[in-house]
Structure formats: C-alpha cells, structure tokens
C-alpha cells in the first residue's frame, strides 16, 4: 500500500491552500463539467473534495479514489459532500464498479505516485474505467529544471511570511521531494513526469491525446507554460 502522507494535520489546513481561490475552482469545474456531459465522473485523489463538491452541485455524479482517511473525513463534513461516494485506496490500482465518461487528476497528484511504473499504472487503471468515447485529464506541472543551476538541487517555489516552499530535485531519478515550513516542518515525496511522458503512459494504455492547454482558461501551451492541462481520449 502507497503511504499516505495526507494525514489529519494536512488535512485540517488544505482547504487553505491558493488552488481553492474560487476563480481557479470555477473554471476547473467548468472545463470539467463541459467533458463529462451527462456521464458519470471519477477523480482519482478526491481529497477534501476541492473540485467534487462544486461538480457535484453542478448534478454531474462523481465517485472518488483516495488513500486519506483524514482528508475524506473533511470532504464528508462538506455540503453534499456525504453523497459523493468515495473508494478508500491507491488510485493507481484500486477498482471502482461501473464505468465512467471522465476520469481527472488535477493539482500535481499524478506525482503522488513516485514511480513510473505507478503513473503508467493508473493510466491503465483509468483506461479501465473508461467507456468508449470517454475522457482523462490530468493537471500537473512543467518540471522547473531550467531554475536550477548546475550541481543545485534545490528550487525556493514559495517564500512568504506564512509559508516556505522549496522543492528538493533527483534529476537522475525525476524524483522530487517538496518541503514547506508553516508553523511546521513537512516534506512530501512526488515524482515530477514530462508531457510527452504522459502521452507515451496514454498511448501503452489505448489513450488517444486529444488537448494539452497551459491552464484551464485553454490558453495555449507553449515552451514557456508552467503547467499543463492535457486530455487523452479512450477511442478503442
């Protein structure tokens, strides 16, 4: 079983983070809501229920993955949160009945699995859920390599008078370990996945690559673009 580093003292303060300022919520859900249609949805890390509650109210119906109790005990205290049902596991492997129109990842939780053999296995775990026609979507960041000089290892992300953010990069082994200092010292395994990475993970799961936007707004990626957000589609 992955370890679960999202426990009560994480959970209690994650709804503080800036990814829940209500702009970026709104224009994720819309662009989530848009390729879901009238089919089911299943986010993998459905957390404190950041973008499943919202979606929900929008009267799309979403299941979720996720390893923390802690933080499924947060979305459960939501409005409608105790309707969204929820499967206690590694998304990477764990089964959920039925099949879904739209699978998401968003906010970097691809790198939650620190293997590629992990990340290519839940590409084909989603390709399971997926009916025919039906869509992935993954959110995450551009490794910030080009900001970190020769023989560094270690990029300041955040420095603020509330929060400091530095990530810890392993080039060789695309690992990256993110600490952040808020009252508390925390770090957090990831391991950072290229775009092009991600479509090959696709394609060895029957995925077709459809879009790749720099942010949900469907601006345009380009070799500058600190994110992306890119949609695969289950053809076969």
Not at 10 to 25: K, Q
Not at 144 to 163: A, I, K, M, Q, T
Not at 170 to 194: E, K, T
Request: aromatic letters at 10%; proline letters at 5%; glycine letters at 10%.
């Amino acid at each position: 079983m992955t370890e679960d580093y999202f426990g009560e003292e994480v959970a209690a303060r994650y709804d503080d983070g800036p990814m829940f300022g209500a702009e970026v919520v709104s224009q994720t859900v819309d662009v989530l809501a848009e390729l879901a249609g009238d089919g089911a949805v299943l986010e993998l890390g459905i957390g404190t229920g950041r973008i499943a509650v919202p979606l929900a109210g929008r009267g799309v119906r979403v299941h979720g993955i996720d390893l923390s109790h802690a933080m499924v005990a947060r979305l459960r205290g939501k409005p409608g949160g105790a309707k969204i049902g929820v499967t206690i596991g590694d998304f990477a492997t764990a089964r959920v009945e039925g099949t879904f129109r739209l699978a998401y990842l968003v906010f970097n939780t691809i790198m939650n699995l620190t293997t590629q053999e992990a990340q290519v296995a839940c590409f084909e775990n989603v390709a399971r859920h997926l009916e025919r026609g039906g869509f992935f979507v993954v959110e995450v960041m551009v490794p910030d390599l080009r900001r970190l000089p020769p023989g560094e290892r270690y990029v300041p992300f955040d420095v603020s008078e509330v929060h400091v953010g530095i990530d810890e990069y392993d080039v060789a082994n695309q690992g990256l370990i993110s600490h952040h200092y808020a009252n508390r010292f925390a770090s957090v395994p990831f391991r950072y996945v290229w775009p092009a990475e991600l479509d090959l993970m696709a394609r060895i799961a029957g995925l077709t690559p459809c879009e790749r936007w720099a942010d949900w707004d469907r601006s345009p990626f380009t070799s500058e673009s600190r994110k992306h957000i890119s949609v695969w589609e289950r053809t076969g």
